[in-house]
């Protein structure tokens, strides 16, 4: 299986601040690499999928880069409803997997 | 608009069989494939498996056998079966659609959900 490691684990910001998370994949993946946001309650909504593809209808604020083993997920100026936890899952083989999650807290 | 709903008994005991249901309104079940993903209370996101547009199915290796997907085209629904249940198949299920780029496998659509306990 390639497992999927995110960090950090957990991340304080203020609104307006641009962060950056990382993951890291096991071996290369190519760019089969998918980002979700998820609030406490509900489903992961898809934000960037193909390393880099922003999905429809999700802010410009959000961004995508890396190709192989280690990408990055950008959040420039912050907004309050960003603050939640994010995954990045691999597609490149299955089984299919999921990093472990990054809180973003205010 | 896409929606899927899922639903199943809340509670299942343990060495029993959950039955889950995701019923799918909105758009084509069968051009599309479909997942199940789960998650532990307070815990990350784990891939069951899928059935594809042809009736393929792939699962994950950790569950065993002890899965089975199909899905019921005349009542637009997704079912998961899961055997010999115990507390660590407590969980949130999901059932998710694969995005439309058939080269690469991302969930673009999800149920809000079903949380399924296990316990006598």
């Known amino acids: 299986d390639i497992q999927m490691t995110q960090s950090p684990s957990s991340l304080s910001a203020s609104v307006g601040d641009r962060v950056t998370i990382s993951c890291r994949a096991s071996?290369?993946?190519?760019?089969?690499l998918h980002w979700y946001q998820q609030k406490p309650g509900m489903a992961p909504k898809l934000l960037i999928y193909v390393a880099s593809s922003l999905h429809r209808g999700v802010p410009s604020r959000f961004s995508g880069s890396g190709s192989g083993t280690d990408f990055t997920l950008t959040i420039t100026s912050l907004q309050p409803e960003d603050f939640a936890t994010y995954y990045c899952q691999q597609s490149y083989s299955t089984p299919i997997t999921f990093g472990q999650g990054t809180r973003l807290e205010i | 608009q896409v929606q899927l709903q899922e639903s199943g008994p809340g509670l299942v005991k343990p060495s029993e069989t959950l039955s889950l249901t995701c019923s799918i309104s909105g758009g084509s079940i069968t051009n599309y494939y479909w997942s199940w993903i789960r998650q532990p209370p307070g815990k990350g996101l784990e891939w069951i498996g899928f059935i594809s547009n042809s009736g393929g199915t792939n699962h994950n290796p950790a569950l065993k056998s002890r899965v089975t997907i199909s899905v019921d085209t005349s009542k637009s629904q997704l079912s998961l079966k899961l055997s010999s249940v115990t507390a660590a198949d407590t969980a949130v299920y999901f059932c998710?659609?694969?995005?439309?780029?058939?080269?690469?496998?991302?969930?673009?659509?999800w149920g809000q959900g079903t949380l399924l306990t296990v316990s006598s």
């Open positions: 071996q290369s993946i190519g760019r089969s």
């Open positions: 998710a659609r694969r995005g439309p780029d058939y080269s690469e496998y991302y969930f673009d659509y």
